[in-house]
């Protein structure tokens, strides 16, 4: 990713966020550093995915301040958060399944300007094992082919802040270890923010840890310093 923007800092301050009458983010503050992985952990339900699309702009916050650089981005749409250097990869991929991979890189690349530029082939080169797959249709890969394209796809768009919703979920072994290969080699350079519950793997990527228990923020810190039965008295279902 030589041509790739710096890395950005993000800031999140009070982040409060409601369904109706239910409230799920509950002054959520947290900060990543430029080039640093950030673990958020939690449980089923403690509000993890909720932040990250609060993040991008998919559902509204009832409160708080989201910032890139110092830069406000509360009150900015979805499409202009991405402009701004913020990829997401949701639980679950979402990657287009009629196209084919190189269609869903190149489409990726296209609507952030960068058709004419290495960002898809720099992208891939992180994961080869999309080569082979060129013009396979997405929705004929296997789980983990698709969370590599997924994973490929947000990075084809150069961003500043990589938002990662369990990219470890029902995937086999050795793409796991292709992903921490990854996240791993892309410190410096971009900024990311890792929702997981896969404890181990989070510790070995990330920076620093934030735990979320119903909708609140209950740890954060080092992860060679936080008490490992701690965190997984937090994360056990």
Known sequence: MTNAPAPARLAVEGLDQHYGSAQVLRGVSLAVEPGACLA????????????????????????????????????????????????????GREIFPDLSVAENLRVAARAHGLERTDAVDEAVALFPALRGLWHRPGGNLSGGQQQQLAIARALATRPRILLLDEPTEGIQPSIVAAIEAVIAGLKGRITVLLVEQYLDFALRVADAVVVLSRGSVVERGDPRVLSHDSLTRHIAV
């Open 40 to 91: 958020v952990l939690g449980r089923n339900g403690a509000g993890k995915t909720t932040l990250l699309r609060c993040l991008t702009g998919l559902i509204p916050e009832t409160r708080g301040r989201i910032a890139l650089d110092g830069t406000d981005l509360t009150r900015l749409g979805s499409d202009r958060r991405a402009r701004a250097g913020l990829a997401y990869v949701p639980q």
